[in-house]
């Protein structure tokens, strides 16, 4: 069994069908990116995965235990981070305070320590300061590390989402649309940290994004969805070289696909 | 010989301190001494004053955490304050000790704020304030009815606390009483705010769907923040009942619950000092205006009649103008105070 299994999954709005029998999978240690028009379902694809949708009928288990049969919360424990397509930080929180949220999952004290603050909610926050520091340093958010999240730029948010993903430390992270809104240098620095997010890091990478040249040039697979349909999965090459896939998305006319 | 130049943390502790310079706890240390010698100085009216701020402090910081950190308007927070009180009133006259009514108070009433808490499950912002509003009119009904226990209309009558023997039966010594649970209760809220626990509330508060992919279970977690806001407003309606020694259940009414409201927006939304900061001020407003009435009286003869029916309207109109002027709070007016003279007298 693959390490993230999507198998048959079929979701349906009031008779609008968003997926119809999608399956697909990821290896540990793989980057997949799933690519498509827009309207094709990948979101909702995303949305199953973390819990936001639940599917009509069809699996998805991730390292051999089925997400579907736990609450979205609790996926994250199992191994589970995302980033959102649009910007959904914690604009009250500051940066610093952003990331450690995204390590909730890995804290475990309780109530109790909460209020006495003593010893063990004391240990506990300073060694999750520091795993968070080494994000702050590796997406070089240090400038910004007490400022609200909410009055940074565009592309420092970005970076943020990317880094309270990141500091859950999880096994798979699924990334939507990470370069939407981007100049060239920072898709080019986002791309830089989803490989060493994969290689240093050693997170498989689940990633959704209308980037093409950024997608064929990391990818060790794609998956192009349409009309909630798997139109394609192989390697960049052998997608690129889909008849169909072409004729639904990237378009052919010069066979030059759709980068920057 | 060179002396360094702000504030420099060696480690995260020391980051997280709630005083994390030198100055400040100096300056927090000589503040707690006057504030403790203060009531030497004062009649007992305006220790009485000191008393109430005491105990508002504790249901403004309270309402605070729930609704200024986990986004959950609560318009019943009188009524929790007032369960407090009549759970006071009743284990008291059982024959328990204060040193576990006190507590005992804030867990019934952290029961019964979490049983109120549930419908947020489902509802969110304005129908969540209709909801509380509903336990506000709920409860005032059983105060007002279940006379076995709370007396009804006639209200119960509470002795002073007794802690070891020594009675606390005088304003005085209730002032040095609420003053140190006070403190307590406002370093509970600041402790939860530095832990997982706090930034799970404002991570409620700012994005519920982030919030649930980082892992925090959101019904969970909103019953936790009406247990915890509930429990201290249980103490702090304790403290009440002990201080005023006899409630009856129309203290506890729909103004009491938009009072806290007005503290918390007017000290400032989301933060610990803003909740204090709106309780004195709160509190002080309409003695400093029956102050200002009755001296003006003393010049202007005729008038002071009308005077003092306009210090209703005077109470009202100050609340709108700092709404106008300081929409963020007297936390955020300290804020900027504090960074003007930082500089002083440089501009930047």
Known sequence: MAFLDVTDVTLTFRGLAALTGVGFSVEKGDIVSLIGPNGAGKTSMLNCISGRYVPDSGSISLGGADLLAVPSHARTKLGLSRTFQNIALFRGLSVLDNLMVGRHARMDYGILASILYLGRARRAEDAHRRRVEDVI???????????AAGKLPYGVQKRVELGRALAAESDLILLDEPMAGMNLEETEDMARYILDINEEWGMSVLLVEHDMGVVMDISDKVVVLDFGRVLAEGSPQEVMADADVVAAYLGGDDGVFLGR | MHGQCGLFFRTYAGEARIFPSRFLMVSMGLFGTALC??????????????????????????????TGFC??????????????????????????????VLPAAGLVTAAVGMFFGLPSLRLKGIYLAIATLAAQLILEYVFLHWDAVTGGSSGMAVDPPQVFGFAFDSDVKMFYLTLAVACVCVLIVCNVMRTRLGRAFVAIRDHHLSAEIVGVDLFAYKLRAFGISSFLAGVGGALWAFYTMYITPEQFGIGLSVSYLAMIIIGGLGSVLGGVFGAVFITILPEFLNFLAHHAGAFFTDISGALLAMKEGVFGLVLVLFLIFEPEGLANRWRLVKAYWKLYPFAH
Not at chain 2, 45 to 63: E, K
Not at chain 2, 77 to 91: E, M, R, S
């Open chain 2, 71 to 100: 986004g959950q308007i609560s318009l019943g927070h009188g009524a929790f304050f007032g369960v407090g009180a009549y759970a006071a009133a009743y284990l008291a006259s059982l024959g328990l000790p204060f040193l576990a």
């Open chain 1, 137 to 147: 340093d590796f997406l070089g958010l240090s400038p910004y590390r007490h400022q």
């Open chain 2, 37 to 66: 010698l203060a009531p030497l100085a004062m009649n007992n009216y305006l220790v009485s004053i000191l008393c109430l701020i005491n105990i508002a402090v504790i249901g403004a910081v309270s309402l605070n955490l729930l």
